[in-house]
């Protein structure tokens, strides 16, 4: 099955290429933080040859609780973005949460991340095409991998082509996920790049009372499995001291830990690229 090839900046996301990374911390909290972040992480993917995209939330709006730290907001965060850009010379990518959102957010980002609440919303991902960016859409907890052939149907009637499509994880009870790797070969079937979210698919929503947990130690096993499925990226909330984090620190990868994750995947990714068909009759 061909898989379109997206160019992003110098980079080339997907089309039977390598695999690609899409990380970085899970929110903003200060500027030199994002910047040491993308660095290391930069020189680690070049290290391997694997395409790299920078991602950090300027907002976190869907916290558990209304004192939870979101981000440093819309203007300061974009502007903390390009620098990373300017700086470190990757692509940026962060989410998006309305319209008007979306159309300020193209004007800086090279990749808009449509939250996995909001996949279905049709306004926002009718605004995130127009921008004319590569748009990345989180399956929602509540969708099915088969439904996303209809949120890619609304931004390909809105003019966007370069789509990514990202698993998080299926809603499995309360307050936990499970990850159904059929996911992945179904949503390749709309030619769309496919990326695993492989820090949030170990989340425990609100599994802290007034914050979520989550569970760092699956996130190797889920994400060598999602590349063995056919995962063209992984997605992974990176930091430096996960702990002391100010968002999702429980299924955050300690930069540290980065390089050896990686390279496991990158084995994987090596072992499967010949194997890699559609879904055919067996």
Known sequence: MKVRSIAVGQLTLGGGGPLFLIGGPCVIEDAGMVLEVAQELKAVCAGLG??????????????????????????????????????????????????????????????????AFLSRQTDILVAAARTGKVVNVKKGQFASPADMVHVVG?????????????????????????????????????????????????????????????????????????????????FMEIHPDPACAKSDGPNQVPLAKARPLLESLVAVRAAILPHLTGLVPL
């Open 50 to 115: 694997i395409p790299y995209v920078f991602k950090a939330s300027y907002d976190k709006a869907n916290r558990t609780s209304i004192g939870s730290y979101r981000g440093p907001g819309l203007a300061a965060g974009l502007k903390i973005l390009a620098d990373v850009r300017a700086k470190v010379g990757v692509p940026i990518l962060s989410d998006v949460h309305s319209e008007a959102e979306a159309v300020a957010a193209g004007e800086v980002l090279d990749i808009i991340q449509i939250p």
């Open 154 to 234: 609304k931004l390909r009637d809105a003019g966007c082509e370069d789509i990514l499509l990202t698993d998080r994880g299926a809603s499995f009870g309360y307050g936990n996920l499970v990850s159904d790797m059929r996911a992945i070969p179904i949503m390749r079937e709309t030619h769309c790049p496919v990326v695993y979210d492989a820090t949030h698919s170990v989340q425990m929503p609100g599994g802290a009372g007034a914050t979520s947990s989550g569970d760092r130690r699956f996130v190797p096993f889920l994400s060598r499995a999602a590349v063995a499925a056919g995962a063209d990226g992984v």
